[in-house]
């Protein structure tokens, strides 16, 4: 839940420019976990789980690089160690039904964040309690879901700076949405998709600077019949700071607006098979929600190697 580096001491973002970005490298078990199916319709998973690839998750968001575009900053900035989400997960129980279109996930997440390879290592006492998150949803041409997280135990409260922790602690909850449709659909073989999203998120705002968010944007898969590993994608997303978070700001330091809005344009395409560039854009307006701070537009350019073994 640090907003230490590069996206805040440059772009002076508090929530961030970039979603694979970590204030020290580490060689990690990232996922390890075991599946099993209870039935014909139920799934039951454990192990170090990503909470972030089945809950408040959608694909049509998944091309942008700032983090909001992942977990709702709402969520993202509670826990420990932030909650079961990149660099770190976090042992786990999840289960998880689905029959035709119809789905309902429910799980139950070690609240304090670690892996093989963290310097702490996994936390097996479980003293912190446990993140329960579930979501109920439709997918079809599009996906239509809404999701609640709570944690059991009590957290501390969070002011400025960062997200500096009081001796205050609260029960740590909130609420998501997320919908996405295919505009178009695809053409005969064509592969073309045009795909808009909205998500909405809200949180107690006691143990995290935001009492919630939105973000909304458009992904165009294979936009030029040549290239088809091409996509672009549009997004912009906005943090609106808790009125406790912005209560807490010292009397000596700058007035704390309500909120933090991004922009986002960016574009993958593959040079040669398993290498994709991806040039990005991103225009931080009112970052960390800090009149002080000029708004910042960021340039970057993001490399992906993969391959299979097939």
Known sequence: RSFRGPTHDLAGSIQGIDNIEVSEGRLKVYEA??????????????GLYDVN?????NDAAGL???????????LAATGTNGPA?????????????ATGNVYGAVAVVNAKAGTIGDEEGI????REGALVIAEAGWTGRGKLALGAWRYTHKQPGVIPPGATLTEERYFSQGLYLLAEQDLLGAAEGDGTHLVGFVR????????TPFRGGWQSGVLWERPFASRPASAVSLGAGNGALSRNYRAGNPVDSPRLDGSETIFELTYSDEIIKGISVQPDIQYVLNPSADSTIDDALVLGLRFRIAWSSH
């Open 33 to 46: 976990w075991l599946e099993q199916g209870l039935g014909e319709h139920v799934m039951l998973k454990t």
């Open 53 to 57: 690839s089945e809950f408040y998750q």
């Open 64 to 74: 942008l690089i700032s983090p909001m575009f992942g977990v709702g900053s709402e």
């Open 85 to 97: 989400i990149f660099p770190s997960t976090a042992l786990a129980v999840r289960l998880k039904a």
């Open 123 to 126: 936390d097996f006492s479980g």
């Open 200 to 207: 909405l998120g809200l949180s107690d705002g006691r143990t």
